[in-house]
């Protein structure tokens, strides 16, 4: 199977920071990574796939890049309402496999 | 509008079975492959199931294999995963999840709590 770590674990910004979380890959993925944000209590929702494509509805402040093993997401200016838990997730691959998860709160 | 609603979660005694229902509705179900996805309390998420759109392809994650099967409905718009054989660490928050287009999982239902204790 292949392994996600991401890093880092948890992270604490302030509102309009620039964020930043990555993303690696145990073997080569191609661009088949994707990101999801979980609110406390709530299912998993999809922000970005295929390492870089917005999914509809997402508010363009997140974005995502990288390929075959390194990959990043990014919020760049952090609002109170994107407190969460994002995680990255391969599916080039079955089974598809999730990353551990960044918790991110504000400062 | 896409909906996915998950139902048949309980407390259920270690190797005890239980049946879970996803209900889908907004979109052509036959159309697309299904996953089931649980989070453990407080831990991060895990794949467990993948059925295709005709159910010629399934697979389970290692930790289920043997004792869960995925099964799907496409008259009914319906997707199950029986478990049997449960286990503590089976204890979770089950979310049914359907395939995109692409390569992820773009729409998850609310998920359903399935307690394995005696």
């Known amino acids: 199977d292949i392994q996600m770590t991401q890093s880092p674990s948890s992270l604490s910004a302030s509102v309009g920071d620039r964020v930043t979380i990555t993303c690696q890959a145990s073997?080569?993925?191609?661009?088949?990574l994707n990101w999801y944000q979980q609110k406390s209590g709530k299912a998993p929702k999809l922000l970005i796939y295929d390492a870089s494509n917005l999914e509809a509805g997402v508010p363009s402040r997140f974005s995502g890049s990288g390929s075959e093993t390194h990959f990043s997401f990014t919020i760049s200016s952090l609002q109170p309402e994107d407190i969460a838990t994002y995680y990255c997730?391969?599916?080039?691959?079955?089974?598809?496999?999730f990353g551990p998860g960044t918790k991110l709160d504000i400062k | 509008e896409v909906q996915l609603v998950e139902s048949g979660g309980g407390l259920v005694q270690p190797g005890g079975s239980l049946r879970l229902s996803c209900a889908a509705s907004g979109f052509t179900f036959s159309s697309y492959s299904m996953n089931w996805v649980r989070q453990a309390p407080g831990k991060g998420l895990e794949w467990v199931s993948y059925?295709?759109?005709?159910?010629?392809?399934?697979y389970y994650a290692d930790s289920v294999k043997g004792r869960f099967i995925i099964s799907r409905d496409n008259a009914k718009d319906s997707l199950y995963l029986q478990m049997n054989s449960l286990r503590d660490e089976d204890t979770a928050v089950y979310y049914c999840?359907?395939?995109?287009?692409?390569?992820?999982?773009?729409?998850w239902g609310q998920g359903t709590l399935v307690t394995v204790s005696s």
């Open positions: 073997q080569d993925i191609s661009n088949h």
């Open positions: 999840a359907k395939d995109s287009t692409s390569t992820s999982l773009d729409r």
């Open positions: 997730q391969q599916y080039n691959n079955l089974p598809p496999t």
């Open positions: 059925i295709s759109i005709s159910s010629n392809t399934i």
